[in-house]
């Protein structure tokens, strides 16, 4: 037998030994790149330099969000007790926040922020018409040192409804005439029908159309200021004694009832009624006016 052979049987011969002698464990995976040595382990910990001990976490979210990100509305536009001046300053109207990207100088002066369009003025007017209100288009009104008083398109009205007269006379922006003849309709006129003094032939009005600032705030003009105001003094009947806007707390009168009943229905209508207990200022009056303001916010004090 030649040597190849021999060497060939020796081989087959030595297999099965070779076989129960193989290692009980699998063979170790190839090392790692060194690049990327010292990543984390299955558990997620552990690591060395050259690669982060835990993963980032993510953006901590703060415990609680401020006032203005949890109403989605500017903080001013929510009351509390607050005062004519407090919470006018707070809650500025649209018109009177400065355009974006102007400087304070550009900005157009109120009346003209203020402005009804062509469309709009004669659907207020139309709408005067219709509840039979007695009233004249005015020329603009101005006022020669103060920029911020006037009015650019002025009604001058005479009548209310019909039998309704103002008293004296008053110019304002329209859609002021345009609250004050509804507010008679819908909630004055009901009002007294159960006051039983006949049916209102009177409204008498202290200050419409005034440049001048807020009583409280002589920094701030007053709304009068704009033709946006009205102070109701007084109402007159067909059948019966006037009855004047003053402190009836508690009166125990019809006269009472129907102060309370106008006064709290005319914030339906306007978006600012001030009277009697509201301050030491409107202890004899009530002041009404159309002051737009974000999101709607009505002062009825």
């Given amino acids: 037998m030649s040597a190849r052979l021999i060497l060939a049987a020796l081989a087959l011969s030595a297999a099965p030994v070779l076989a129960q002698e193989a290692p009980t464990q699998a063979p170790l995976p190839p090392a790692r790149p060194a690049d990327l040595a010292g990543g984390a382990d299955t558990e997620g910990q552990g690591g060395t330099e050259g690669a982060p001990q835990t993963a980032p976490s993510p953006e901590v979210r703060p415990d609680t969000l401020a006032p203005e990100d949890e109403a989605g509305v500017d903080s001013g536009e929510v009351g509390g007790d607050l005062t004519e001046t407090e ?10 926040t400065p355009d ?19 469309t709009e003025r004669e659907a207020c007017m139309a709408e005067l018409d219709a509840l039979g209100a007695v009233y004249e288009t005015a020329s603009p009104v101005e006022d020669p040192e103060i920029a911020d008083c006037g009015i650019v398109h002025p009604v001058t009205l005479s009548e209310l409804l019909p039998g309704v007269a103002l008293a004296p006379p008053a110019s304002m922006r329209c859609e002021t005439a345009l609250a004050l003849a509804r507010w008679t309709r819908d909630f004055g006129q009901p ?14 009005q202290g200050t419409v159309y005034n440049c001048r600032s807020r009583s409280s705030d002589r ?9 946006n105001a009205v102070d109701i003094m007084s109402f007159g009947f067909a059948d019966g004694d006037p009855v004047a806007v003053e402190p009836r707390e508690r009166d125990g009168t019809m006269a009472e009832a129907f102060q309370d009943a106008v006064r709290a229905s005319a914030c339906l209508e306007f978006t600012t ?12 009056h009530l002041h009404l006016d159309v002051k737009s303001r974000r999101g709607g916010f009505r002062l009825c004090q």
């Fill in 87 to 96: 919470t006018e300053t707070e809650t500025e109207t649209e018109t009177e």
């Fill in 100 to 118: 974006a990207g102007l400087a304070r100088e550009e900005v157009p002066p109120m009346p003209e922020r203020l402005a009804a369009t062509d």
């Fill in 191 to 204: 009002a007294a029908d159960r006051l039983g003094r006949g049916a209102i032939t009177e409204i008498r």
């Fill in 219 to 227: 920094d701030t003009m007053s709304e009068h200021a704009f033709g």
């Fill in 273 to 284: 009624v001030l009277g009697p207990g509201s301050d030491a200022a409107h202890a004899d």
